[in-house]
Protein backbone atom coordinates (compact mmCIF):
# COMPACT_ATOMS: atom_id res chain seq x y z
CA UNK A 1 0.00 0.00 0.00
CA UNK A 2 2.51 2.23 0.68
CA UNK A 3 4.44 1.87 -2.53
CA UNK A 4 1.95 2.47 -4.53
CA UNK A 5 0.92 5.77 -2.28
CA UNK A 6 4.74 6.57 -3.61
CA UNK A 7 3.64 5.75 -7.28
CA UNK A 8 0.81 7.78 -6.56
CA UNK A 9 2.45 10.94 -5.22
CA UNK A 10 5.19 10.47 -7.96
CA UNK A 11 2.77 10.74 -11.04
CA UNK A 12 1.04 13.66 -9.45
CA UNK A 13 4.34 15.45 -8.84
CA UNK A 14 5.08 15.10 -12.56
CA UNK A 15 1.93 16.31 -13.72
CA UNK A 16 1.64 19.37 -11.65
CA UNK A 17 5.41 20.00 -12.96
CA UNK A 18 4.32 19.42 -16.64
CA UNK A 19 1.50 22.08 -16.36
CA UNK A 20 4.01 24.63 -14.84
CA UNK A 21 5.94 23.84 -18.11
CA UNK A 22 3.28 24.44 -20.09
CA UNK A 23 2.00 27.55 -18.57
CA UNK A 24 5.41 29.11 -18.67
CA UNK A 25 5.81 28.44 -22.34
CA UNK A 26 2.57 27.35 -23.83
CA UNK A 27 1.99 26.71 -27.59
CA UNK A 28 0.86 29.57 -29.74
CA UNK A 29 0.96 29.77 -33.26
CA UNK A 30 0.09 33.68 -33.16
CA UNK A 31 2.78 35.96 -33.76
CA UNK A 32 3.25 39.56 -32.25
CA UNK A 33 2.97 42.88 -33.60
CA UNK A 34 5.10 43.55 -36.72
CA UNK A 35 5.80 39.81 -36.81
CA UNK A 36 7.62 39.25 -33.84
CA UNK A 37 6.91 36.14 -31.86
CA UNK A 38 6.81 36.66 -28.00
CA UNK A 39 8.90 33.54 -26.21
CA UNK A 40 5.45 32.65 -24.78
CA UNK A 41 4.20 32.09 -28.34
CA UNK A 42 7.56 29.90 -28.72
CA UNK A 43 6.57 26.09 -27.72
CA UNK A 44 10.13 25.19 -26.09
CA UNK A 45 11.51 25.36 -22.58
CA UNK A 46 14.68 26.15 -24.65
CA UNK A 47 13.22 29.16 -25.10
CA UNK A 48 12.21 29.86 -21.12
CA UNK A 49 16.40 29.37 -20.26
CA UNK A 50 17.28 32.05 -23.02
CA UNK A 51 15.20 34.24 -21.50
CA UNK A 52 16.36 33.40 -17.95
CA UNK A 53 20.01 33.92 -19.12
CA UNK A 54 19.09 37.10 -21.28
CA UNK A 55 17.89 38.71 -18.06
CA UNK A 56 20.64 37.90 -16.27
CA UNK A 57 22.76 39.01 -18.40
CA UNK A 58 21.03 42.40 -18.48
CA UNK A 59 21.07 43.14 -14.85
CA UNK A 60 25.17 43.41 -15.79
CA UNK A 61 24.51 45.82 -18.07
CA UNK A 62 23.92 49.76 -18.53
CA UNK A 63 22.96 52.05 -21.21
CA UNK A 64 24.56 54.64 -19.05
CA UNK A 65 27.65 53.90 -19.83
CA UNK A 66 31.18 55.69 -18.67
CA UNK A 67 34.71 55.45 -20.26
CA UNK A 68 37.54 54.74 -17.92
CA UNK A 69 40.64 56.23 -19.02
CA UNK A 70 43.33 53.79 -17.68
CA UNK A 71 42.34 49.99 -18.62
CA UNK A 72 45.21 47.25 -17.49
CA UNK A 73 43.27 44.93 -19.29
CA UNK A 74 43.73 47.00 -23.01
CA UNK A 75 47.47 47.67 -21.77
CA UNK A 76 47.86 43.76 -20.88
CA UNK A 77 46.62 43.26 -24.83
CA UNK A 78 48.62 46.01 -26.97
CA UNK A 79 51.39 44.26 -24.86
CA UNK A 80 50.82 40.66 -25.54
CA UNK A 81 49.50 41.33 -29.39
CA UNK A 82 50.59 44.24 -31.02
CA UNK A 83 48.31 44.97 -33.18
CA UNK A 84 49.75 47.96 -34.94
CA UNK A 85 52.81 46.33 -36.22
CA UNK A 86 51.91 42.51 -36.21
CA UNK A 87 47.80 42.15 -37.17
CA UNK A 88 48.41 42.38 -40.58
CA UNK A 89 51.12 40.47 -42.98
CA UNK A 90 53.59 42.94 -44.24
CA UNK A 91 56.36 43.01 -46.26
CA UNK A 92 58.50 44.48 -42.93
CA UNK A 93 57.69 41.74 -40.94
CA UNK A 94 57.26 38.74 -43.43
CA UNK A 95 60.35 39.41 -45.80
CA UNK A 96 61.53 36.61 -48.59
CA UNK A 97 62.63 33.23 -47.07
CA UNK A 98 61.15 34.08 -44.09
CA UNK A 99 58.56 31.17 -43.04
CA UNK A 100 55.18 31.51 -41.98
CA UNK A 101 53.19 29.05 -39.91
CA UNK A 102 49.33 28.43 -40.16
CA UNK A 103 47.75 29.34 -36.38
CA UNK A 104 44.94 26.82 -37.14
CA UNK A 105 46.57 23.92 -38.27
CA UNK A 106 49.73 22.29 -37.47
CA UNK A 107 51.28 21.66 -41.19
CA UNK A 108 54.54 22.15 -42.63
CA UNK A 109 55.45 26.30 -42.36
CA UNK A 110 55.34 28.02 -45.66
CA UNK A 111 58.25 29.64 -47.11
CA UNK A 112 57.71 33.24 -47.98
CA UNK A 113 58.73 33.55 -52.48
CA UNK A 114 59.79 36.33 -54.12
CA UNK A 115 56.26 35.84 -55.75
CA UNK A 116 54.03 35.55 -52.07
CA UNK A 117 56.19 38.45 -50.75
CA UNK A 118 55.03 40.97 -53.52
CA UNK A 119 51.17 40.06 -52.67
CA UNK A 120 52.24 41.58 -49.05
CA UNK A 121 51.00 45.05 -48.10
CA UNK A 122 54.76 47.09 -48.01
CA UNK A 123 53.86 48.74 -44.73
CA UNK A 124 51.79 48.20 -42.05
CA UNK A 125 48.08 50.47 -42.87
CA UNK A 126 46.58 51.42 -39.49
CA UNK A 127 49.58 54.49 -39.05
CA UNK A 128 51.04 55.34 -35.90
CA UNK A 129 48.71 57.43 -34.48
CA UNK A 130 44.90 55.92 -32.13
CA UNK A 131 41.82 56.67 -33.91
CA UNK A 132 39.35 58.74 -31.56
CA UNK A 133 36.38 56.71 -32.18
CA UNK A 134 36.19 53.31 -33.97
CA UNK A 135 32.35 51.15 -34.46
CA UNK A 136 33.06 47.84 -34.79
CA UNK A 137 29.89 46.41 -36.62
CA UNK A 138 28.82 42.73 -36.27
CA UNK A 139 26.17 41.32 -38.15
CA UNK A 140 23.28 40.19 -35.51
CA UNK A 141 19.93 40.91 -35.91
CA UNK A 142 19.51 43.01 -33.14
CA UNK A 143 20.07 45.57 -35.65
CA UNK A 144 17.13 45.58 -37.52
CA UNK A 145 15.48 48.66 -36.53
CA UNK A 146 18.13 49.86 -34.31
CA UNK A 147 18.68 53.21 -36.94
CA UNK A 148 22.38 52.64 -35.68
CA UNK A 149 23.16 53.76 -39.46
CA UNK A 150 23.85 57.43 -38.84
CA UNK A 151 25.66 56.58 -35.00
CA UNK A 152 27.97 54.31 -36.59
CA UNK A 153 29.07 56.17 -39.81
CA UNK A 154 30.19 58.73 -37.63
CA UNK A 155 33.18 57.24 -36.26
CA UNK A 156 36.28 57.75 -37.43
CA UNK A 157 37.07 53.80 -38.58
CA UNK A 158 34.22 51.29 -39.11
CA UNK A 159 34.91 47.91 -38.83
CA UNK A 160 32.44 45.19 -40.67
CA UNK A 161 32.78 41.37 -40.75
CA UNK A 162 32.41 38.60 -43.75
CA UNK A 163 31.21 40.92 -46.36
CA UNK A 164 27.97 42.16 -44.99
CA UNK A 165 25.04 44.03 -47.88
CA UNK A 166 24.80 47.74 -46.64
CA UNK A 167 22.65 48.89 -49.59
CA UNK A 168 18.51 47.22 -49.80
CA UNK A 169 17.25 49.25 -47.32
CA UNK A 170 19.72 48.24 -44.77
CA UNK A 171 21.85 51.85 -44.40
CA UNK A 172 19.42 52.89 -41.78
CA UNK A 173 20.37 50.67 -39.10
CA UNK A 174 23.74 49.95 -40.48
CA UNK A 175 25.15 52.82 -42.33
CA UNK A 176 27.47 52.35 -44.84
CA UNK A 177 30.61 53.73 -44.40
CA UNK A 178 33.80 50.89 -44.13
CA UNK A 179 37.29 51.50 -43.46
CA UNK A 180 38.23 47.72 -42.84
CA UNK A 181 35.77 44.78 -44.06
CA UNK A 182 37.07 40.92 -43.18
CA UNK A 183 35.77 38.30 -45.51
CA UNK A 184 35.87 34.19 -44.55
CA UNK A 185 36.42 31.65 -46.51
CA UNK A 186 33.35 30.14 -45.96
CA UNK A 187 31.90 33.16 -47.82
CA UNK A 188 33.83 33.30 -50.43
CA UNK A 189 32.95 29.75 -51.23
CA UNK A 190 29.29 29.62 -50.37
CA UNK A 191 28.78 32.67 -52.46
CA UNK A 192 31.22 33.41 -54.85
CA UNK A 193 31.93 29.37 -55.72
CA UNK A 194 35.44 29.93 -54.47
CA UNK A 195 36.45 32.19 -57.28
CA UNK A 196 36.74 29.51 -59.87
CA UNK A 197 34.45 30.47 -62.27
CA UNK A 198 33.40 33.87 -62.84
CA UNK A 199 35.17 36.57 -60.50
CA UNK A 200 33.09 39.87 -62.14
CA UNK A 201 30.24 39.51 -59.26
CA UNK A 202 32.46 39.29 -56.31
CA UNK A 203 34.93 42.43 -57.24
CA UNK A 204 31.59 44.09 -58.16
CA UNK A 205 30.21 43.09 -54.71
CA UNK A 206 33.13 44.90 -53.23
CA UNK A 207 32.54 48.33 -54.85
CA UNK A 208 30.15 49.16 -51.80
CA UNK A 209 32.79 48.57 -49.29
CA UNK A 210 35.03 51.84 -51.36
CA UNK A 211 38.74 52.01 -50.75
CA UNK A 212 38.60 49.83 -47.52
CA UNK A 213 41.12 47.09 -46.12
CA UNK A 214 40.04 43.52 -47.31
CA UNK A 215 41.13 41.47 -44.62
CA UNK A 216 41.84 38.19 -45.38
CA UNK A 217 43.35 35.20 -43.51
CA UNK A 218 45.29 33.52 -45.89
CA UNK A 219 47.27 31.88 -43.28
CA UNK A 220 44.89 30.10 -40.41
CA UNK A 221 44.52 26.68 -42.96
CA UNK A 222 46.99 25.42 -45.88
CA UNK A 223 43.24 25.98 -48.19
CA UNK A 224 42.57 29.54 -47.20
CA UNK A 225 46.17 30.70 -49.14
CA UNK A 226 45.41 29.87 -52.72
CA UNK A 227 41.63 31.07 -52.24
CA UNK A 228 42.63 34.50 -50.48
CA UNK A 229 45.49 34.89 -53.30
CA UNK A 230 42.73 34.40 -56.20
CA UNK A 231 40.56 37.03 -54.33
CA UNK A 232 43.79 39.82 -54.02
CA UNK A 233 44.19 38.78 -57.90
CA UNK A 234 40.38 39.16 -59.14
CA UNK A 235 40.36 42.60 -57.16
CA UNK A 236 43.85 43.88 -58.40
CA UNK A 237 42.79 42.16 -62.36
CA UNK A 238 38.91 43.20 -62.78
CA UNK A 239 39.06 46.65 -61.11
CA UNK A 240 39.06 49.38 -63.50
CA UNK A 241 39.15 52.29 -60.75
CA UNK A 242 41.95 51.54 -58.46
CA UNK A 243 41.83 54.46 -56.43
CA UNK A 244 38.49 53.25 -55.46
CA UNK A 245 38.83 49.59 -54.80
CA UNK A 246 39.25 47.59 -51.80
CA UNK A 247 42.99 47.16 -50.41
CA UNK A 248 43.62 42.95 -50.14
CA UNK A 249 45.72 42.16 -47.13
CA UNK A 250 46.49 39.46 -45.12
CA UNK A 251 46.19 38.84 -41.55
CA UNK A 252 49.08 37.61 -39.42
CA UNK A 253 48.80 34.04 -38.03
CA UNK A 254 51.57 35.09 -35.68
CA UNK A 255 48.81 37.69 -34.22
CA UNK A 256 46.20 35.20 -34.00
CA UNK A 257 47.82 33.05 -32.25
CA UNK A 258 49.04 35.74 -29.67
CA UNK A 259 45.47 37.17 -29.34
CA UNK A 260 44.21 33.42 -28.80
CA UNK A 261 46.13 33.53 -26.21
CA UNK A 262 45.46 36.44 -24.08
CA UNK A 263 41.85 35.61 -24.68
CA UNK A 264 42.80 32.15 -23.00
CA UNK A 265 43.94 33.62 -20.38
CA UNK A 266 41.41 35.53 -19.41
CA UNK A 267 38.96 32.43 -19.34
CA UNK A 268 37.53 32.10 -22.64
CA UNK A 269 37.05 28.56 -23.78
CA UNK A 270 36.82 28.36 -27.30
CA UNK A 271 38.15 26.33 -30.45
CA UNK A 272 39.10 29.26 -32.48
CA UNK A 273 38.29 32.84 -32.12
CA UNK A 274 35.27 34.47 -33.91
CA UNK A 275 35.98 36.99 -36.90
CA UNK A 276 34.01 39.64 -33.87
CA UNK A 277 36.12 39.38 -31.55
CA UNK A 278 39.50 39.36 -33.78
CA UNK A 279 38.14 42.73 -34.58
CA UNK A 280 36.74 44.00 -31.41
CA UNK A 281 40.27 43.31 -30.14
CA UNK A 282 42.01 44.73 -33.04
CA UNK A 283 40.05 48.42 -32.66
CA UNK A 284 41.01 47.80 -28.59
CA UNK A 285 44.59 48.47 -29.57
CA UNK A 286 43.97 51.10 -32.98
CA UNK A 287 41.15 53.23 -31.26
CA UNK A 288 40.37 55.34 -28.20
CA UNK A 289 37.16 54.58 -28.30
CA UNK A 290 35.30 51.55 -28.89
CA UNK A 291 31.72 51.22 -30.21
CA UNK A 292 30.58 47.41 -30.78
CA UNK A 293 27.28 47.39 -32.88
CA UNK A 294 25.41 43.63 -33.87
CA UNK A 295 27.13 41.60 -31.19
CA UNK A 296 24.08 39.93 -29.80
CA UNK A 297 24.49 36.17 -30.26
CA UNK A 298 20.68 35.04 -28.77
CA UNK A 299 17.80 34.24 -30.57
CA UNK A 300 15.63 36.62 -28.27
CA UNK A 301 15.83 41.00 -28.19
CA UNK A 302 16.89 41.64 -25.57
CA UNK A 303 14.56 44.49 -23.99
CA UNK A 304 10.55 42.91 -25.50
CA UNK A 305 12.16 38.97 -26.28
CA UNK A 306 11.00 39.44 -29.63
CA UNK A 307 12.30 36.37 -32.29
CA UNK A 308 15.36 37.47 -34.24
CA UNK A 309 17.11 36.52 -37.61
CA UNK A 310 20.76 35.27 -36.66
CA UNK A 311 21.91 38.21 -39.13
CA UNK A 312 20.55 41.66 -39.88
CA UNK A 313 20.21 40.18 -43.38
CA UNK A 314 19.36 36.58 -43.54
CA UNK A 315 18.69 33.49 -40.24
CA UNK A 316 21.69 31.73 -41.59
CA UNK A 317 22.74 29.88 -38.46
CA UNK A 318 26.84 29.71 -37.54
CA UNK A 319 28.83 26.95 -36.81
CA UNK A 320 28.29 26.17 -33.03
CA UNK A 321 30.87 23.98 -32.68
CA UNK A 322 33.76 26.14 -33.60
CA UNK A 323 32.75 29.34 -31.87
CA UNK A 324 31.66 30.29 -28.51
CA UNK A 325 29.59 32.95 -29.23
CA UNK A 326 27.54 33.23 -25.84
CA UNK A 327 30.79 33.18 -23.37
CA UNK A 328 32.58 35.45 -25.90
CA UNK A 329 29.92 38.05 -25.46
CA UNK A 330 29.81 37.22 -21.69
CA UNK A 331 33.77 38.63 -21.83
CA UNK A 332 32.67 41.81 -24.18
CA UNK A 333 29.92 42.50 -21.64
CA UNK A 334 32.47 42.38 -18.58
CA UNK A 335 34.51 44.92 -20.97
CA UNK A 336 31.53 47.32 -21.12
CA UNK A 337 31.00 46.96 -17.60
CA UNK A 338 34.79 47.75 -17.06
CA UNK A 339 34.67 50.96 -19.39
CA UNK A 340 36.37 49.58 -21.93
CA UNK A 341 34.06 49.42 -24.91
CA UNK A 342 30.77 50.56 -25.34
CA UNK A 343 28.37 47.80 -26.62
CA UNK A 344 25.12 48.80 -27.95
CA UNK A 345 22.11 47.06 -27.28
CA UNK A 346 19.08 48.83 -27.88
CA UNK A 347 18.29 51.97 -30.82
CA UNK A 348 20.35 54.51 -31.31
CA UNK A 349 20.11 58.20 -30.66
CA UNK A 350 20.67 60.34 -33.73
CA UNK A 351 24.47 61.03 -34.42
Not at 235 to 248: I, T, Y
Not at 300 to 316: A, F, G, K, V, W
Amino acid sequence: MRTLFKKLLTILFFLAFCRLLLWLCPSNSDGGANGRVKPENLDSCKTCKEVELIDQLLQRYSSAWRKKEASYKKSLLSSRCHAISKAVVTQENTPVGSKVRYDGEKRKPLQVTPELFSTFTKEQPFGNASMETCAVVGNGGILINSSCGGTIDSAKFVIRCNLPPLGSGYERDVGNKTDLVTANPSILLEKFSGLMERRRPFVDSLRQYGRSLLLLPAFSYGRNTPLSLRALYAVEDLQVDRDSAPRSVFLNPEYLSSLAQFWQGQGLRTVRLSTGLIVASLALELCANVHLYGFWPFSLHPRDHYLLTNHYYDDQQSKKNVHAMPAEFEHLLRLHSQGIVHLHLGKCLPA
